[in-house]
């Protein structure tokens, strides 16, 4: 399988064919390394639909991505990549342990796409969810986070008030 072809096949990109697309990736690391070279693909669209491919590889075989961590983290400082591929990197980031060279990094990119009013919803769930992990590391970013949820409240959508609800709680 050519992941690449696979990707830009078909018009829309469905979940199942996305599953395919992760299955042959996690079958080897040649296979998951051309994953990760779609998912930098200068290319947006082929960039968008590998991000998802990535992100389900991530949760079947967690070990499978750890070599690509700073990678992930990089892709929350670019501007120029489609919000699915920040999206996907920071919904991995958020059920793996984060090697300590990156914490920096990864605070302040979540702090910065919670503080922009125009950072999609998908995006700051993620990055409360990551914030709150990195919190039980770092407890002196509690307040912050705290404080930038409770002062979003009323401006953010359902979702956003519910995860930033049950994040409050648990702070």
Known sequence: MNIREELLKQQIHFKKHALAITEFAVSSDKNFKELIDCFL??????????????????????EIIQPYIG???DQLRKTDVHNAVIRNSLRILEDLVIP?????????????FLQKR?????????????LFNL???????????RFI???????????????????????
């Open 41 to 62: 693909s200068k290319d947006i669209r082929v960039a968008q639909r590998a991000a998802w491919s990535v992100s389900w590889a991530a949760q079947k075989k967690p």
């Open 118 to 130: 125009d950072s999609a919803i998908a995006i700051k769930a993620f990055a409360l969810t990551v």
């Open 135 to 145: 919190s039980k590391i770092y407890p002196e970013i509690k307040n912050e986070l």
């Open 71 to 73: 990678i992930l983290v």
């Open 100 to 112: 300590e060279e990156f914490h920096g990094e990864v605070m302040d990119a979540c702090f910065t």
């Open 149 to 171: 949820i409770e002062e979003n409240m009323d401006y953010e959508t359902a979702a956003y008030k519910s995860r930033g609800k049950k994040i409050l709680a648990k702070l």
